[in-house]
Structure formats: C-alpha cells, structure tokens
C-alpha cells in the first residue's frame, strides 16, 4: 500500500517476508517471539513500515556495537 499525504504504510506478513527476503513462517516468529514490531488484527498480524524500518535501523546498530 503506498503511503499518501502522511498515511501510515501496512504490510501483511506476506508483504513483509517479501520485502525482507524472508519466509513467511520466520516472520511469524519473529512477531511471536516480540523481536518485530507488529500489531494484531483479528487473527491477522500487520506490520507498520516505519516501525518495521526504525526495528531494522537499531538492530543494525546494536550489531555494528557488538562487532567493535
């Protein structure tokens, strides 16, 4: 879904494993284990862009900090 005079950006479990490469089945863990940022709908999980992308951005971090 593109993002619009200020819309927020929502993917599905799906669209997000794409996005990342990923399979579906380790998104789903990464949600059930509270490393991802997510929300539940129903029984559906969904994933904002910007707090997915804020997730990737301080796991990066906390790497790099780990490496030095």
């Known amino acids: 879904m593109p ?12 669209q997000l494993a794409e996005l ?3 399979n579906r089945k380790t998104i789903y863990e990464a949600a ?6 997510h929300r539940r709908l129903g029984r559906r999980l969904i994933f904002e862009k910007g707090s997915v ?4 951005r301080q796991s990066s971090a906390i790497s ?5």
């Open 3 to 14: 993002a619009d005079h200020g819309e927020i950006e929502i993917y599905s479990a799906d």
């Open 53 to 56: 992308l804020a997730w990737l």
């Open 20 to 22: 990342l490469g990923v």
């Open 64 to 68: 790099e900090a780990r490496t030095k």
């Open 32 to 37: 059930k284990s509270g490393d991802i940022p």
